[in-house]
């Protein structure tokens, strides 16, 4: 790199900038010199008033200066005039360069040779120089060596210079140019291999948007600019460029500054564009405001007040109605909050002026230090961390013979799996604890002592010594409940459809079944001999059938379609057919003579006929029409009233028959949900009627609703009533069997899920505990359950067996079940068109 020149006077006002007030660093059009084309023609009014205003102004900074200026030499000693001579004509390209620039700054066109006529150098100018300067020669000097010796770091700033020139003649008289076919190689530089590298001119891209004029914006956040106060750039712009740094004022900008001040000037600086950090009229203005202490918004602190509400004292009261009662009598409430309020203070929940604690007496400050520190109550369920044993004499540095291994055990040790080592180390024996090597493995065991601390729960977790049996009811074994049914005994066949209906008389001696055929068979129980069969209704199924519980009638209410017959097999001796043709007949001798209440215009519920010949004959004598499908018949105890249900007869689904009046009554003007059965107390005068969900129990003296059950259930398929009363089992469709304590509750006391489809029917013994379940899945279960007299006490309910033995039938199994009056026998019906005996 050639050696540089100091610029003289002609090149101070080509290129020299002043600073204006508007913040710009490039020199004003008065101060900037005329172009090369026009040096001739230069007003010379112009330069001389230019170079008065720089004498003037500098003589008026300082009188002392100038006098020091004054009686220095030129700039350039006369020894080295000859030598400077042939630097001059070294340098004159980039002499030419740096003028043809400032020139181009100034916005005139010219050519290089002009520059001359500007370019000559006087004494004067030489004084005027040294004024600006104020260097000595020998600083001069060691600059110019200084530039001499740092050409290769020089040359970055001169390529950045070329750069930011406007034109290719500018960068072309600026630096060497070596000669190429397309002019875009600008200089050569030596590159890191030794060998010369092109420097290429900048691309000027020309951009069309907005943008492409906006000011380089600082990006190197939060650095303070004092870190490049020895670099010649400030930072670097978004492309990565660097941003150089602006001119700093001289001595006479100060001077010029201090006597005019521009315009929203304040003296600091921008710390991100470097330049000087200038406010708006509004922003002095509210810098003002903070100063003197007043509101810095737009809001007038002396606004006129409004007075909403007058200022005038009201002698007269707005009305003049009596003080109320109440606020002469106490506040119950406010005597209930302050009683609650008193019993919490005794009972220490709130403590009455508690002192309150201070910050300082919650710290706590510990002695890291101290050998003996009071240990810390630990908490209840805590346990330290289990400290290391202290070493051991093998672990020694210097342990006794008798510790060190022989060669044997050494390879005996080497040899082992490092998991089936006794220990991880190998006793040795060394002259000082200065020759001891680190241990390798200190790194991994203290690792592993740490993963073995953290994933070892250290809390004292209270073992519970529960047996296992405990927790399970204890329960009797089935072998000390007998008698229950276990097995099949006995098959009743002959029925062409499903056996729907099972009854068994109050003697224990004959079984009457019911089947889709309409067929009415009665059996022998021992034997399973059929004894006596009538066909009642080929279209139609018998829904229900039921023995009288009068033992000396040997009566049978039978239930096919919309009727209901009373039969009496030819089974029984003379004395109870006496019997119960004496309670058929009285009813038809009743029902001869109409009652007084009677209306006669009004449709009768039902109508009590005599059957046809053909029945009759067999042993039918009475046949009860309804209006709707009777699904099933029950009798009172004592034999006189049964209930008749029809789930479609709305109002009359539950009719209450009287046999010695051969009279039928509707006891509910309305019907709650569909009701699918209904039964008599066993001593007391209630009814019980179940619909799909509840169980609801009318006491028949008083005529109220009594108590209402909730199975919990969808559907119930199901209910009976225990012997003594006070408990329901009911059975549903969604395969639930419900046990329910009338004393204790509305709802369920036990819920018994044992079976795997609808539950069809359940029962209870009449004298033994027994009662059973009867479901689709062709699996009847005998259940143990004993009913205390103890109030306090719960009844005892115990699974004891499984009876299977139905098949199933398009997916039907057992539909009815029965238990003996007498023995512990149970009777089932199922879709399987038999009727099965299990004792």
């Not at 008065?52 to 004054?70: G, I, V």
């Not at 961390?385 to 093998?394: F, H, I, L, S, Y």
Request: hydrophobic residues 30%; proline residues 7%; contains cysteine.
């Amino acid at each position: 790199m050639a050696k540089r020149k100091i610029p003289q006077k002609g090149q101070l006002s080509a290129s020299r900038s002043v600073p204006n007030p508007l913040g710009n660093t490039s020199a004003p059009a008065a101060v900037r010199s005329p172009s090369p084309d026009s040096t001739d023609d230069v007003d010379v009014d112009n330069e001389s008033s230019i170079e008065n205003l720089f004498d003037e102004e500098a003589e008026e900074a300082s009188d002392e200066e100038d006098e020091e200026d004054q009686g220095e030499d030129n700039f350039f000693n006369d020894d080295n005039d000859e030598d400077d001579e042939d630097d001059d004509e070294e340098d004159e390209n980039s002499f030419f360069g740096i003028v043809d620039g400032g020139i181009s700054d100034s916005g005139n066109e010219s050519e290089v040779e002009n520059v001359a006529d500007i370019t000559e150098i006087g004494s004067d100018d030489e004084n005027i120089i040294e004024e600006f300067d104020g260097e000595s020669d020998s600083e001069k000097e060691e600059e110019s060596a200084e530039v001499i010796k740092n050409d290769e770091i020089d040359d970055d700033s001169d390529d950045e210079f070329l750069s930011k020139s406007e034109s290719i003649a500018d960068a072309e008289s600026q630096t060497s140019v070596s000669d190429n076919d397309d002019g875009r190689i600008v200089h050569y530089t030596k590159g890191a291999d030794g060998k010369p590298r092109p420097i290429y001119r900048e691309i000027d891209p020309h951009y069309s948007s907005d943008d492409s004029d906006a000011d380089d914006y600082n990006v190197i956040g939060n650095i303070p600019l004092s870190a490049y106060d020895e670099y010649p750039h400030i930072g670097y712009d978004i492309n990565g460029k660097r941003i150089m740094r602006p001119a700093a004022g001289s001595a006479l900008d100060t001077l010029l500054d201090s006597i005019d001040v521009p315009e929203g000037w304040t003296g600091l600086v921008d710390r991100e564009s470097g330049g000087e950090l200038k406010l708006t009229k509004e922003e002095l203005e509210l810098v003002k405001k903070i100063q003197l202490g007043q509101n810095a918004g737009e809001v007038n602190p002396y606004e006129d007040t409004v007075e909403w509400f007058t200022s005038k004292t009201e002698v007269m009261p707005l009305s003049s109605a009596p003080e109320p009662k109440r606020r002469f009598v106490p506040s119950k409430h406010e005597a209930k909050r302050v009683m609650k309020i008193v019993r919490a203070i005794r009972e220490g929940r709130i403590v009455p002026n508690k002192p309150k604690a201070r910050p300082e007496d919650d710290f706590k400050s510990y002695d890291i230090w101290a050998d003996d520190l009071p240990e810390q109550a630990p908490h209840v369920m805590h346990i330290p961390a289990p400290k290391q044993a202290p070493p051991t004499n093998e672990e020694s540095y210097n342990p006794p013979e008798e510790y060190l291994p022989t060669d044997e055990e050494r390879k005996e040790w080497e040899e082992t799996d490092p998991m089936d080592r006794e220990r991880n180390f190998l006793p040795q024996k060394f002259s000082s604890l200065r020759a001891v090597k680190g241990y390798e493995n200190f790194v991994r065991e203290r690792f592993e002592r740490s993963l073995d601390l953290y994933l070892a729960p250290r809390v004292r977790r209270n073992k519970l010594n529960i047996d296992p049996d405990s927790l399970l009811p204890k329960l009797p074994s089935p072998q000390d409940l007998r008698p229950f049914p276990i097995k099949c005994s006995v098959t009743y066949t002959g029925h062409k459809g499903r056996v729907r209906a099972i009854s068994v008389d109050p003697s224990g001696l004959w079984l009457a079944t019911g089947a889709d055929d309409g067929t009415v068979r009665v059996w022998e129980v021992l034997s399973g001999r059929e004894i006596w069969s009538v066909s009642l209704d080929a279209s139609e199924p018998v829904q229900s059938l039921e023995w009288n519980p009068v033992k000396d009638c040997g009566l049978l209410a039978v239930a096919v379609g919309e009727r209901i017959y009373i039969c009496q097999p030819p089974l029984f001796d003379d004395a109870t057919e006496a019997t119960g043709q004496d309670m058929l007949a009285a009813g038809w001798g009743y029902a001869a003579q109409p009652t007084a209440t009677e209306d006669e215009n009004k449709e009768p519920l039902c109508k009590w006929i005599r059957p046809t010949s053909k029945i009759a004959n067999v042993g039918v004598d009475v046949a009860i029409v309804c209006r709707k499908t009777v699904k099933q018949v029950t009798w009172h105890r004592r034999g006189d009233y049964f209930v008749g249900v029809s789930p479609e007869g709305a109002n009359m689904a539950v009719l209450v028959h009287q046999l010695s009046k051969h009279s039928s009554q509707s006891p509910f003007r309305k019907s709650k949900g569909i009701i699918q059965r209904a039964q008599f107390h066993p001593f007391k005068p209630m009814l019980y009627v179940e619909s799909q969900r509840y169980i609801r129990i009318y006491d028949l003296s008083t005529q109220t609703l009594s108590k209402i059950l909730q199975p919990g259930a969808r559907w119930l398929s199901s209910f009976d009533i225990h012997p003594q009363g006070d408990n329901v089992i009911t059975g549903s469709y969604d395969k639930r069997l419900t046990w329910h304590d009338m004393d204790l509750s509305a709802k369920p006391y036990r819920t018994l899920r044992y079976h795997q489809r609808a539950v069809r029917d359940v029962r209870f013994h009449q004298r033994l505990p027994l009662f059973c379940s009867a479901s689709d899945d062709g699996h009847i279960n005998v259940f143990h359950g004993t009913v205390y007299d103890d109030l306090l006490k719960n009844p005892l309910l115990v699974p004891l067996k499984v009876l299977k033995g139905h098949a199933v039938v398009q997916s039907l199994g057992v539909l009815k079940v029965e238990w003996h009056p007498k023995e512990a026998w149970l009777f089932s019906a199922g879709a399987d068109s038999t009727a099965k005996l299990w004792t």
